[in-house]
């Protein structure tokens, strides 16, 4: 089991941008993939990112709507997961959670408790 608990969001303006965290209790990037997910008022969950394990190779991959702007990344010392928004639009204003999955079991993995990203016009 891993804790996972997300930082960053606030309020820009469209165009701007933003840079989450998502700690991580324990070290789980050699075997786990972390994602970020979102949620936006009256809609369903939908995947933002992923970034796989160290094992898997790293690879970063992202939804058609945030590709060109949103970056994963993480900081395997400080068992941390981040996503870098830049040219924010009004559309991605959602509540953004961290998920990590342990890639060999799979399952719904864990998640953090979300963090609110409102983009204005």
């Known amino acids: 089991q891993v804790q996972l608990v997300e930082s960053g969001g606030g309020w820009v303006q469209s165009g701007g941008s933003l840079r989450l965290s998502c700690a991580a209790s324990?070290?789980?990037?050699?075997?786990?993939?972390t994602a970020w997910y979102r949620q936006a008022p009256g809609k369903q969950r939908e995947w933002v990112a992923r970034?796989?394990?160290?094992?898997?190779?790293?690879?970063?991959i992202y939804a058609s709507p945030v590709k060109g702007r949103f970056a994963i990344s993480r900081d395997n010392a400080k068992n941390t997961v981040y996503l870098q928004m830049n040219s924010l639009k009004p559309e991605d204003t959602a509540v953004y959670y961290c998920?990590?999955?342990?890639?060999?079991?799979?399952?719904?993995?864990?998640w953090g408790q979300g963090t609110q990203v409102t983009v204005s016009s």
């Open positions: 324990r070290s789980i990037f050699s075997t786990y993939t």
């Open positions: 970034i796989t394990s160290i094992t898997d190779g790293g690879m970063r």
């Open positions: 998920n990590a999955v342990p890639e060999r079991i799979g399952g719904l993995g864990s």
